[in-house]
């Protein structure tokens, strides 16, 4: 009896290949996707340095009076867009740009005896925002900064 040699693969044997490719994608996907959410959350935090930096800028510029019996200002979002100190933002987690009208956005600027300025910040995107649920203090300061810090609207 002649034996043919085989030259082509099992059904079974395909199975196995298409099972291995289906698990690599899998995990695959779900990396690429935990990156991309991590960049969006990094570009959420860039955000709100740029309106920090805007709102330094402003100060700088000397726009801000601090009256003796006040030693804090509140500048919106609006307001440092409309001096032209900052592009208007747009949203990494909708792509939308957050509306100058309605959007809450703010930089808190603190002078301090020693003449120093704090700057604390409170960036409200479409559903995400860096500020506390503290109605005493929503902002949260410049140095604490951070994607840990990004909470659900």
Same mark, same amino acid.
Do not use: W
């Given at each position: 009896?002649?034996?043919?040699? *085989?030259?082509?693969?099992?059904?079974?044997?395909?199975?196995?290949?298409? &099972? %291995?490719?289906? +698990?690599? !994608?899998? /995990?695959?996907? /779900?990396? &690429?996707?935990? +990156? /991309?959410?991590?960049?969006?959350?990094?570009?959420?935090?860039?955000?709100?340095?740029?309106?920090?930096? !805007?709102?330094?800028?402003?100060?700088?510029?000397? *726009?801000?009076?601090?009256?003796? $019996?006040?030693?804090?200002? =509140?500048?919106?979002?609006?307001?440092?867009?409309?001096?032209?100190? @900052?592009?208007? +933002?747009?949203?990494?987690?909708?792509? *939308?740009? @957050?509306?100058?009208?309605?959007?809450?956005?703010? &930089?808190? &600027?603190?002078?301090?005896?020693?003449?120093?300025?704090?700057? $604390? %910040?409170?960036?409200?995107?479409?559903? =995400?925002?860096?500020?506390?649920?503290?109605?005493?203090?929503?902002?949260?300061?410049?140095?604490?900064?951070?994607?840990?810090? +990004?909470?659900?609207?």
């Amino acid at each position: 009896m002649l034996l043919r040699t *085989n030259r082509g693969m099992t059904l079974v044997e395909l199975l196995a290949v298409l &099972v %291995i490719l289906g +698990i690599v !994608a899998s /995990i695959a996907v /779900i990396a &690429v996707l935990h +990156i /991309i959410e991590k960049a969006k959350e990094r570009t959420f935090v860039s955000n709100a340095y740029a309106l920090y930096e !805007a709102a330094r800028l402003y100060v700088g510029a000397e *726009n801000v009076e601090f009256l003796p $019996s006040r030693s804090s200002e =509140k500048l919106t979002y609006k307001q440092l867009v409309e001096e032209g100190m @900052l592009h208007p +933002i747009k949203d990494p987690f909708t792509g *939308n740009v @957050l509306p100058l009208e309605t959007n809450p956005s703010y &930089v808190l &600027v603190k002078k301090d005896e020693n003449g120093s300025f704090h700057y $604390s %910040i409170c960036l409200k995107g479409e559903t =995400k925002q860096l500020c506390t649920f503290s109605e005493q203090s929503p902002e949260v300061p410049v140095e604490a900064l951070s994607v840990q810090q +990004i909470r659900d609207r």
